[in-house]
């Protein structure tokens, strides 16, 4: 299947500081990517979909201006968690999907970045 | 609202038996499910997707089926290992979703093999 990199695995940041996480999609042109949550043992939340040059559509309760979301190109998609708080730490993945002929397709995910604010 | 249901928060089977995983949906009719596999600390991986005119679908020792009348999915390992330990998840394409084309998915069944 399609690779998707997600940079960084992992990253531990100070309150109040500003991280970016990175999901490129290695071998095809994503039109579409996804940004989920994950807690522990819980299912992934969907907190925005970005098409390649547009803004990014977020899902309700999903502040904007704390998770900044490009999408500039058909590789690469950006999540800034801007002003981290303790409560922002959680396993964020992306996920990545050619729509162009068609919804019949899968999803291809990243690795996921596990965040930690101390 | 819309729902996408996996009942078994845990499946605990022994090495060489059939695990059986449901999935249920309410309140929409999706044209398709997907079923993916998620490794600890790791990103889901697809698995099989079946559309809702297929009855079934096959992959090796995976097979999925797709009941629109009892709204459910079930997804079976034959002859199951050790390896196959791991959390299943289904999804169907959330058309209602905010921007209408993203994968909502149920909370998921973490299966453990034992040998």
């Known amino acids: 299947g399609a690779v998707v990199s997600q940079h960084p695995s992992w990253v531990i940041c100070k309150s109040g500081t500003s991280v970016k996480i990175e999901c490129r999609s290695l071998?095809?042109?994503?039109?579409?990517m996804f940004w989920y949550r994950q807690f522990p043992k819980k299912s992934l939340m969907l907190m925005a979909t970005s098409n390649e040059g547009s803004k990014a559509t977020y899902e309700q309760g999903v502040e904007k201006d704390k998770f900044l979301i490009n999408h500039a190109s058909l590789t690469l998609s950006t999540l800034t968690v801007t002003s981290a708080h303790p409560e922002d730490s959680s396993f964020y993945i992306c996920?990545?999907?050619?729509?162009?002929?068609?919804?019949?397709?899968?999803?291809?995910f990243g690795q996921g970045t596990r965040l930690t604010v101390v | 609202s819309q729902k996408i249901e996996q009942n078994s928060e845990a499946l605990n089977i022994q090495e060489g038996k059939t695990a059986t995983l449901t999935c249920n949906y309410t309140n929409y009719s999706p044209a398709y499910l997907q079923w993916y596999r998620q490794d600890p600390g790791r990103g889901p991986v697809f698995l099989l997707l079946?559309?809702?005119?297929?009855k079934e679908k096959r992959k090796e020792r995976l097979k999925v089926t797709f009941d629109t009348t009892l709204k459910q999915s079930l997804f079976h390992i034959t002859a199951s290992q050790p390896a196959d330990s791991a959390t299943y998840l289904c999804?169907?394409?959330?058309?209602?979703?905010?921007?209408?084309?993203?994968?909502?998915f149920g909370k998921g069944t973490t299966l453990s093999v034992s040998s």
């Open positions: 079946i559309r809702e005119n297929e």
């Open positions: 996920s990545a999907r050619d729509l162009r002929e068609s919804t019949l397709t899968e999803a291809f």
């Open positions: 071998d095809f042109q994503a039109t579409t």
């Open positions: 999804a169907y394409g959330g058309e209602l979703n905010q921007a209408g084309t993203a994968l909502i």
